[in-house]
Structures are given as C-alpha cells and as structure tokens.
C-alpha cells in the first residue's frame, strides 16, 4: 500500500490484470501467452504485477538484462525473455540467472555458444529476425547463413524465434506509401514465413516458440499467432492504438490518485503558478494536487488535462510545477483530502484514460504509462478472490 506521508499514488487492479490475460489467451489458444513486463510493468510496479500474474502466463518479456535478473531476484521462476541487445561480455549472465537469450548476430551467437561450452551448461535462446524494423535482428534477406550457423552451436538450447511488427497498428496511413501502412506487417510476416522455410527445406523441426504478435498485431493479425503471443500495453488494460480493432475485451488496471491539500479562493486577475500562463476573469476557487512533473505529470500538459476531483472533471490551471499543479474548481467546493483522480474512472463513472493524458502532452499512452515516476507508490489491490 501507498505511504500515509504520500497522498499521490498509483493503485493498480490485480485482478483485472489476471482479467485482461484470460481475454487474450481465449482469443489466441492454443498459442502461449508471453506478458512484456519492461519498464517497471509500463509503470504498473513489477514487484507487485509479476508475481501475482506468474501462475496465469508461460513467459514473462524484458527488454533489458538487469529487468530479468531483478525478476529472479524477487523469487520469479517461469521463463524470462530478454528482448533487447545484449554484449557478448554479458553472457554469462544469462546462465547464471537461468534467462533466455535474443540471440540478433553472429557475435553473439558464438559468444553464447562458447559462454555455455565453458560453463558446462546448455543456454535457452530465441533467435530474433528483422523483417522490416531496423532495429536489431539479422536481416531477413541474410537470415541464412546466421541459422546455419546456429546449428552447429551444440551448447545452445534453440528453443525460439521470432521477429517484431513496425506497423501491426492502424490502415494506411494517408501520408505514407500503400506499402508502408498495416499491409507492411503482413508483408513482415511473408518475410518471416520464407525465413521458416529454412527448416522445412532441410526437413528439420523449426524451433518450438516461433513468435511474432504484439499487442497489436493479437488484435489485427490472427494469422501471426504461431506458437506464442507477446502482449505488452494491451495487458495492462490499453489499447495500442485509437485505430485498432477491438477484438479482445480488456480494462485498464490502473488509476492514478491524490488529494486536495489546499484549496483558496483566487480572486480576478491574480495569475495561477510561474510564468502568469493563466488569469481568471472571476472569482473561483482553485485546489493544489501535490503531483507534478516529476511524478510524471507531464509540464508540457499546463493548462490541458482535467481532472476528477470528488467524481466531477475539473480543469487543471497554470504552469504544472515540479511537485504539485493546480485546478478549477469554478463556484464548486473542495476540503482537504477529498479524492482526485488523474487518471483511471471515479465512482461516479466519470472517468480520465491514458489516452486523454497522451493527447494532452502530445505522446502515446506507452509513455504515459511508463512515465510515471518511481517516487509514486503503487497500491495493489485484488477484487475478486483468486490468489
């Protein structure tokens, strides 16, 4: 639970959670469900996410190493996909911690296979394929020689492989070439199937986990299911995208709260917070939040969002400061300690989304999300009896 001394806090609804992951894997079974837990589960506090939704999933996604060694830290045993690039020195780690390798070149191929000869130990490792990101992976037109090479590494485990979708999102973009709209991912995933080919030509088994759907792609794309599924912004209740088809019914798990810790009438034109951004024309009464910006209240959001403050939207005014920004109440009246919410539905079904929040500060609800700062404690909370 949330500090007493902090009246900012993130409460975050487990058992939605667990909810949103039922929804997914009714839609893609029989493949598996991989749930991304990068960037502090998009915000949500992995200490708390992880392991209660370890008995409901078969895999958990990172994107970096220290995010799969602090899971095994606090006790998580399913298996852990590390996404992201890693340095041939860094190895080592995986076997030590028992994490699984995104193997994106030959470097690193053989520094996996010559870190898992030396320990004595087989490695786990998926081997990524860039079918159109150009961000990390070997290139589909070369993919080739690196499986042919991944063969003849008898200390690895290949037990995966996969590539990632540019645009599994939205239609055609307008402003862009046909080819480089929703079309591109399934041009991405023909560049992937040919890449399975590889196996079938030679009459091997491909590796078991071929994986390639993200969020959004569980949502448009049936045919990339395969073996396995990777959600990551849709477990937590969001929608990828305003354009996506909502095939999967999910809720947020979130809602981000504080209180009203002053509240004072503003007379006509005293200006509200620094740089005078904002004058009332009238007598109002304006309420202080303690959250700012860097609780990941975005500045650049001054005089945009509303809030809900006891149930009813309100407007925020003047400059969001660092620790604290202020809001509109008009005639309306507030105490101290009375509820507002940033974001996430009030009682009264009022409700602010991630979506709103990345409009007003001109992002997406990812950053968002994971732009909330460490210092906000997060509330766990469960609504249902399942452990």
């Given at each position: 639970?949330?500090?007493?001394?902090?009246?900012?806090?993130?409460?975050?609804n487990l058992s939605q959670l667990r909810r949103n992951v039922e929804a997914i894997r009714a839609k893609v079974s029989p493949a598996k469900v991989l749930v991304m837990l990068?960037?502090?589960?998009?915000?949500?506090?992995?200490?708390?996410?992880?392991?209660?939704?370890?008995?409901?999933?078969?895999?958990?996604?990172?994107?970096?190493?220290?995010?799969?060694?602090?899971?095994?830290?606090?006790?998580?045993?399913?298996?852990?996909?590390?996404?992201?690039?890693?340095?041939?020195?860094?190895?080592?780690?995986?076997?030590?911690?028992?994490?699984?390798?995104?193997?994106?070149?030959?470097?690193?191929?053989?520094?996996?296979?010559?870190?898992?000869?030396?320990?004595?130990?087989?490695?786990?490792?998926?081997?990524?394929?860039?079918?159109?990101?150009?961000?990390?992976?070997?290139?589909?037109?070369?993919?080739?020689?690196?499986?042919?090479?991944?063969?003849?590494?008898?200390?690895?485990?290949?037990?995966?492989i996969y590539t990632h979708f540019a645009n599994s999102e939205t239609l055609e973009p307008p402003e862009m070439p046909k080819k480089y709209g929703f079309s591109y991912a399934s041009t991405q995933l023909e560049r992937f199937n040919e890449v399975l080919r590889?196996?079938?030509?030679?009459?091997?088994?491909?590796?078991?986990?071929?994986?390639?759907?993200?969020?959004?792609?569980?949502?448009?794309?049936?045919?990339?299911?395969?073996?396995?599924?990777?959600?990551?912004?849709?477990?937590?209740?969001?929608?990828?995208?305003?354009?996506?088809?909502?095939?999967?019914?999910?809720?947020?798990?979130?809602?981000?709260?504080?209180?009203?810790?002053?509240?004072?009438?503003?007379?006509?034109?005293?200006?509200?917070?620094?740089?005078?951004?904002?004058?009332?024309?009238?007598?109002?009464?304006?309420?202080?939040?303690?959250?700012?910006?860097?609780?990941?209240?975005?500045?650049?959001?001054?005089?945009?969002?509303?809030?809900?403050?006891?149930?009813?939207?309100?407007?925020?005014?003047?400059?969001?400061?660092?620790?604290?920004?202020?809001?509109?109440?008009?005639?309306?009246?507030?105490?101290?300690?009375?509820?507002?919410?940033?974001?996430?539905?009030?009682?009264?079904?009022?409700?602010?989304?991630?979506?709103?929040?990345?409009?007003?500060?001109?992002?997406?609800?990812?950053?968002?999300?994971?732009?909330?700062?460490?210092?906000?404690?997060?509330?766990?909370?469960?609504?249902?009896?399942?452990?």
């Amino acid at each position: 639970m949330p500090t007493p001394l902090r009246p900012t806090h993130l409460e975050v609804n487990l058992s939605q959670l667990r909810r949103n992951v039922e929804a997914i894997r009714a839609k893609v079974s029989p493949a598996k469900v991989l749930v991304m837990l990068k960037a502090n589960a998009y915000g949500h506090g992995i200490d708390g996410v992880a392991p209660y939704i370890e008995p409901f999933i078969d895999a958990i996604g990172v994107a970096v190493l220290d995010e799969g060694i602090h899971l095994r830290e606090i006790g998580i045993t399913k298996p852990i996909l590390v996404a992201g690039g890693t340095l041939p020195e860094h190895v080592s780690y995986y076997l030590e911690y028992d994490l699984t390798l995104t193997v994106s070149s030959l470097a690193v191929l053989d520094a996996a296979e010559s870190a898992a000869l030396a320990a004595g130990k087989s490695l786990k490792v998926h081997l990524k394929i860039d079918t159109g990101m150009e961000r990390a992976g070997v290139r589909w037109y070369e993919a080739e020689p690196f499986l042919e090479h991944s063969l003849r590494c008898p200390h690895l485990d290949i037990e995966g492989i996969y590539t990632h979708f540019a645009n599994s999102e939205t239609l055609e973009p307008p402003e862009m070439p046909k080819k480089y709209g929703f079309s591109y991912a399934s041009t991405q995933l023909e560049r992937f199937n040919e890449v399975l080919r590889f196996y079938e030509k030679r009459g091997l088994p491909r590796p078991r986990l071929v994986h390639t759907a993200n969020s959004a792609a569980i949502l448009n794309l049936p045919e990339s299911y395969f073996d396995m599924v990777r959600p990551g912004v849709m477990f937590y209740g969001i929608y990828p995208d305003p354009e996506v088809l909502h095939t999967v019914a999910i809720s947020p798990a979130a809602t981000w709260k504080s209180q009203v810790v002053y509240s004072k009438i503003t007379q006509p034109g005293n200006p509200v917070s620094y740089s005078s951004l904002w004058v009332s024309d009238k007598v109002i009464r304006t309420v202080t939040v303690p959250c700012g910006y860097a609780d990941g209240y975005f500045r650049r959001m001054t005089n945009l969002p509303k809030v809900l403050v006891n149930g009813r939207k309100y407007q925020q005014v003047g400059r969001i400061c660092m620790d604290q920004f202020m809001v509109n109440l008009e005639a309306d009246h507030a105490e101290l300690g009375d509820e507002v919410i940033l974001l996430g539905k009030a009682a009264s079904g009022e409700q602010i989304s991630a979506e709103d929040l990345a409009g007003w500060a001109g992002t997406n609800p990812y950053e968002v999300m994971t732009n909330i700062a460490a210092r906000v404690p997060r509330a766990f909370i469960r609504d249902d009896n399942n452990a």
